[in-house]
């Protein structure tokens, strides 16, 4: 759509020519034109290497609150962008960090200097070029307090950004920081265009990126459609011409429209867990589930009572069978937690504990409530956390242990769990690729993410050098860490729900990447 | 007079019929616990949703609890919710609407019929849900919830009542004789305007009914694991390509309880308001 009224401006005049030059930035009318031929050729019936015009449809659970990656807080928003944006590094299916918008990079020896080779020939959706000013703009942005941007803190750590030439970059950190990489394959590795800020502040109705769909349009509560970048770096990408991703919330709904074929794709957020048997059964359909990054858990809320209690929160622990649980609730589409760190990650233990009611109420003696408690789990709406909560409910009752449910909306759980307000609450953690970005936040004393109020400096300090060591130093520090937190169960890790995927099976180069992320750019249809 | 009621009553078949099954429900309600062997709340988490066996008649549900179970005992919990939540309307709108059309007036005619007029003006689950939203959820406030949203349709039925009743020759003689206030509201106003009262409580009881499934069925009303028909309605949502009997058998209980009470307050309605029939 851009291209055609870009050309149409062209050929009007050059006075309207430099008009889109002024706010698209220097270069944008030439370098659309100069790669117009291609676009040309693509269009033109019954050329050599048209690409077909194929419109992917994808399911989304929730209407994505902000396109922009340096305000989005919601995993939606992560699925739309990965296609509009690229980041400086990517992850593979293994999740190794690949170079994107990055081609090489160098750490200094004492850790505090990233030093980053950019790729030469990227353009923004509006025209402009990508360069070491953009990466320097982008970090700028990111960190300026009047944005209060929830990448600030992923980012804190960043001192300076320099560039050295147009070409290569230079981060420094205050002090070394091993997650640095991992951090920057997710949206604060995302690349907005200066130009688009500078236009519209917010990019949150105009993402403007270097990714190979570009936004074209939305329609709230309904659909975001993109259309192909016709001049995306990656030679042949996208092979599909148009994205659409539909707003359908109930996952019975989204299973059906996947049968009848009105979409294509069901991600993990779109598939109710039971309903995945039956998917398998149906010849037209690819599903494919398979391990995640994120964990599901209890937060006991340590400063008050009961869970000030650390024997009441081992027995509450004690009481929990994570493998009925997971049958019960999920069948395949989980595996039992009792780490933060999921079956992919190189720190995974293995250590799951059975249930042992002999035990729990042994605890529950040592707690001083030899015949049980009660207490209030709050948790979300929707059906599964009820279903997870009346499970476990009904093995606490075991012995003696009274759960009462307290459903809150979303964000009222949140904020309470935010500011110690519950007794226990059930919230979990979507994951990321860096163990960092899963168990810091979540422990530290005051972490951001810290809602059991739980401090122990010892932990703190652990964690503290678990972002300085490598290799098999940083395993042994993870042993310590998880050592303490099974010690004082702040948080009773339940599950890690998997990623999961189903579509059409016309469509093709479709990759299930841990990180749940839905990358379009290789996928077309038969 | 009782007597030409009882046979009024009898000759409306619907009446008869919504008769046997309300009293088949308050039955069911009572002896649930010696109609089934199991366990309304007890997991059984290696029969999860398994079709009806001889073991479970109506099938498990997703927790593997015996849905035959769930049921009978949610008419415990369905009747309870319909009876006390009409009775919360009652006790509030019963005196309000005496008072109100008794006595007439700036109070009755600008205050309290405005303000029944502007509750009225909400649909009803709104404000229920409204409600809720300030009690907080559960089996207790979602009655009260109800019971609230029921009281402007009473406070209307009633007053309407005694409008009707309060000129009439039998008040004018009584007050003519020296009778208070009082005594003629008690002796004469209230029995005579009983017969609309009696019939809009048992249809309100249906639709307290449906009301309390349906908040329940948006997770405001009874908390897991009550069983209660609404909520079960909800999970069963889920698996309806699954396993149907989980939410087959709650459906038609709520369906049959709520014809059973429509029907019998239709025959209540010919019995006791013949001006009132439809035909």
């Known amino acids: ?526 | 007079m009782l007597a030409e009621s009882w046979r009024r009553f009898r000759r409306s078949r619907s009446g008869v019929f919504g008769l046997a099954v309300v009293t088949a429900l308050v039955l069911v309600a009572l002896l649930a616990p010696w109609l089934t062997p199991c366990d309304p709340l007890q997991p059984d988490y290696a029969a999860v949703m398994q079709p009806p066996s001889r073991a479970h008649p109506l099938g498990t549900d997703n927790f593997g609890r015996d849905v035959l179970a769930r049921t009978l005992y949610g008419a415990r919990l369905s009747l309870r919710a319909g009876v006390t939540s009409v009775a919360v309307a009652l006790a509030l709108g019963l005196p309000i609407g005496l008072v109100s059309g008794y006595y007439r007036g700036f109070w009755d005619e600008y205050v309290i019929m405005r303000v029944v007029d502007a509750l009225q003006a909400f649909p009803f689950l709104i404000l229920a849900l409204a409600v809720t939203a300030a009690l907080g959820q559960g089996l207790n406030e979602a009655m009260i919830a109800i019971g609230i949203g029921f009281t402007p349709g009473f406070i209307r039925i009633v007053r309407s009542a005694v409008l009707e009743v309060r000129t009439r020759e039998y008040v004018l003689a009584a007050r003519s004789l020296g009778a208070g206030d009082g005594r003629i509201l008690l002796r004469h106003v209230l029995p005579n305007a009983l017969g609309p009262i009696i019939v809009q409580t048992t249809l309100s009881v249906a639709a307290a009914i449906i009301a309390e499934a349906g908040l329940s069925y948006l997770g405001l009303g009874a908390q897991p694991p009550e069983p209660s028909w609404g909520s079960d309605l909800r999970a069963a949502q889920g698996f309806l390509t699954l396993a149907p009997w989980m939410a087959i058998w709650p459906g038609l209980a709520i369906f049959l309880s709520v014809l059973g009470f429509n029907m019998l307050g239709d025959g209540l309605r010919d019995a006791l308001d013949p001006r009132l029939r439809g035909d």
């Open chain 1, 1 to 526: 759509m851009f291209r055609r009224k870009w050309r149409g401006l062209l050929a009007a005049g050059l006075v309207l020519a430099l008009a889109l030059a002024g706010c698209g930035g220097g270069s944008a009318g030439p370098t659309s034109t100069g790669s117009g031929a291609g676009g040309q050729g693509a269009q033109a019936p019954g050329a050599p290497e048209a690409p077909r015009d194929v419109t992917l449809t994808v399911a989304l659970s929730a209407d994505p609150p902000k396109l922009d990656p340096h305000l989005s807080t919601a995993a939606v928003d992560r699925l739309v962008m990965n296609n509009i944006y690229d980041k400086l590094v990517d992850l593979d299916e293994k999740l190794n960090i690949v170079p994107e918008l990055a081609t090489e990079w160098q750490v200094s020896p004492d850790g505090t200097v990233y030093t980053f080779k950019l790729r030469q020939g990227v353009k923004f959706h509006d025209g402009t070029e990508f360069n070491a000013e953009v990466v320097k703009f982008n970090f700028d942005r990111m960190l300026d307090p009047s944005l209060n941007s929830p990448r600030r803190n992923e980012i804190s750590m960043v001192k300076e950004v320099r560039v050295v030439d147009p070409y290569t970059v230079e981060i420094h950190l205050e002090t070394p920081f091993t997650p640095f990489l991992g951090i920057l394959t997710d949206r604060a590795g995302m690349m907005v265009s200066p130009a688009a800020v500078q236009q519209y502040g917010d990019l949150s109705e105009h993402p403007i990126g270097t990714g190979p769909f570009k936004f074209a349009s939305r329609t709230k509560g309904d659909s975001v459609t993109l259309v192909r970048n016709e001049d995306y770096w990656q030679e042949g990408l996208p092979k599909a011409s148009k994205v659409v991703y539909k707003v359908i919330t109930d996952g019975n709904v989204a299973v059906a429209n996947l049968q009848s074929g009105t979409v294509d794709i069901l991600e993990t957020r779109t598939i109710p867990d039971k309903l995945l048997p039956q998917l398998r059964q149906n010849p037209n359909l690819t599903v494919s589930v398979t391990p995640g990054l994120g964990h599901q858990g209890i937060w006991f809320n340590v400063t008050q009572p009961p869970f000030d209690n650390k024997w009441l929160r081992k027995a509450v622990e004690a009481a929990i069978d994570r493998e009925t649980l997971v049958q019960v609730v999920f069948g395949e589409a989980a595996t039992p937690a009792a780490s933060p760190f999921p079956p992919a990650d190189p720190y995974h233990d293995g250590y799951l504990p059975k249930r042992d009611l002999s035990k729990a109420r042994e605890y529950l003696a040592r707690g001083g409530k030899p015949d049980g408690f009660s207490f209030t789990l709050s948790i979300g709406t929707g059906t599964e956390p009820e279903q997870v909560a009346t499970v476990v409910q009904s093995m606490l009752a075991e012995v003696g242990i009274q759960a009462n449910i307290q459903k809150l909306e979303f964000g009222k759980l949140l904020d309470d769990l935010d500011n110690l307000r519950h007794q226990a609450g059930l919230l979990g953690w979507s994951g990321r690729a860096e163990a960092d970005q899963n168990i810091y936040d979540f422990h530290y004393t005051n972490g951001s993410l810290n809602q059991s109020g739980y401090s122990n400096p010892e932990l703190d300090r652990l964690l503290d050098q678990s972002r300085v060591v490598t290799g098999e130093e940083r395993k042994e520090v993870f042993r310590q860490v998880m050592a303490i937190l099974r010690e004082d169960v702040p948080y009773v890790y339940l599950y890690y729900p998997a990623n999961k995927l189903a579509y059409r099976s016309d469509v093709v180069g479709l990759v299930n990447y841990p990180d749940g992320m839905i990358r379009l750019e290789n996928v077309t249809k038969r």
